[in-house]
């Protein structure tokens, strides 16, 4: 099985710009989650889609959104880049149902976001 | 509110030798514990995972015990190799919510010394 693909791997913005990122997750996993890792507050959690819907969301302001396509894959947006948004963004998936490998998350390479 | 701490930042260990790594949480709602190894510039590879109805889990070198009442969890590898030089996270995750949501440590560099 194909593993979880992240796009682009690195991306440089300017401050006020948007962006779009994008990830696919593992093929018949329906879960995506999305993580955000920075030096001074590790990794932190965004957000959750399963089949389309968000389902959880972490303590990110507005500019930070997300949505899931029927095929599964996702797509996060930042607006209003500031900065403290430059981190690497990672994607994660799982099979999203009950039972215990369904809280296994896996996650792809990420995308480095350095905004200037 | 640091849920989930990784007291260690660091640890090195001789080759062949047992690596422990440690993790305590507070937050009793937490029912699913996960360790992955992450290298710079690299999403973190998913390890070896146990459920709070656990005490123990195995899989290879890798060996994770949970102590519930004690709130905490270790990450036994052995023996280790320097392959396992990495920064290695504990996450957490109350799954009673129908949500995937993983609080995570801030990480403990092992290094493995040839």
């Known amino acids: 099985k194909a593993g979880v693909t992240q796009t682009p791997r690195y991306l440089i913005k300017t401050r006020g710009q948007q962006v779009t990122l994008s990830c696919s997750p593992i093929?018949?996993?329906?879960?995506v989650s999305w993580y955000q890792q920075t030096p001074g507050q590790g990794l932190q959690f965004l957000f959750e889609?399963?089949?389309?819907?968000?389902?959880n969301k972490g303590n990110f302001p507005g500019r930070f959104s997300g949505r899931q396509f029927s095929n599964s894959r996702s797509e996060m947006n930042v607006s209003t880049l500031e900065l403290g948004d430059s981190a690497l963004y990672l994607c994660?998936?799982?099979?999203?149902?009950?039972?215990?490998?369904?809280?296994?998350?896996?996650f792809g390479p990420g995308t480095r976001l350095t905004v200037t | 509110d640091q849920q989930v701490k990784q007291n260690s930042p660091s640890l090195s260990v001789q080759e062949g030798r047992i690596s422990i790594l440690n993790c305590d949480y507070t937050?009793?709602?937490?029912?699913?514990f996960l360790w992955y190894k992450k290298y710079p510039a690299e999403g973190p590879t998913f390890l070896i995972s146990?459920?709070?109805?656990?005490d123990k889990n195995e899989d290879g070198r890798f060996t994770v015990f949970l102590n519930k009442s004690a709130k905490h969890l270790s990450l036994h590898i052995v023996p280790s190799q320097p392959g396992d030089s990495a920064v290695y996270f504990c996450?957490?995750?109350?799954?009673?919510?129908?949500?995937?949501?993983?609080?995570f440590g801030t990480g403990t560099l092992l290094a493995v010394q040839p």
């Open positions: 996450a957490a995750s109350a799954t009673g919510g129908a949500t995937n949501k993983l609080i």
């Open positions: 937050n009793s709602m937490f029912d699913y």
């Open positions: 146990i459920s709070s109805i656990k």
């Open positions: 889609y399963f089949s389309e819907t968000q389902r």
């Open positions: 994660a998936s799982s099979s999203g149902t009950s039972g215990s490998e369904s809280y296994e998350q896996y």
């Open positions: 093929s018949g996993h329906r879960s």
